[in-house]
């Protein structure tokens, strides 16, 4: 168990299959912050919050260029 919890790995962004994002919360009412999550088949490999919209834009960008087969997913 304490094995899986301290390794990481690193995933290209051309082996993700899906990323899903939905807004966890607002930031003392200045801006909205969202959670992402990313996928390699039906397995969770990544997950990171506090993203704002400006990063959601630039990771969109990102993902045209390196990997246009991701589905990106807005919760809601």
């Known amino acids: 168990i304490y094995k899986k919890l301290f390794i990481s790995k690193i995933y ?3 082996d993700l299959t899906k990323i ?3 807004k966890s919360y607002y930031n003392w009412n ?3 912050l969202h959670t992402i999550t990313g996928y390699i088949g039906k397995r969770k490999v ?3 919050e506090r993203f704002t919209p400006e990063k959601i ?5 990102i993902i045209k ?3 246009s087969n991701v589905k990106l997913i807005n919760k809601k």
């Open 20 to 22: 899903e994002y939905e």
């Open 30 to 32: 200045l801006y909205n």
């Open 46 to 48: 990544c997950k990171a």
């Open 12 to 14: 290209d962004i051309s």
């Open 65 to 67: 260029k390196y990997n």
């Open 57 to 61: 834009k630039l990771l969109k960008e």
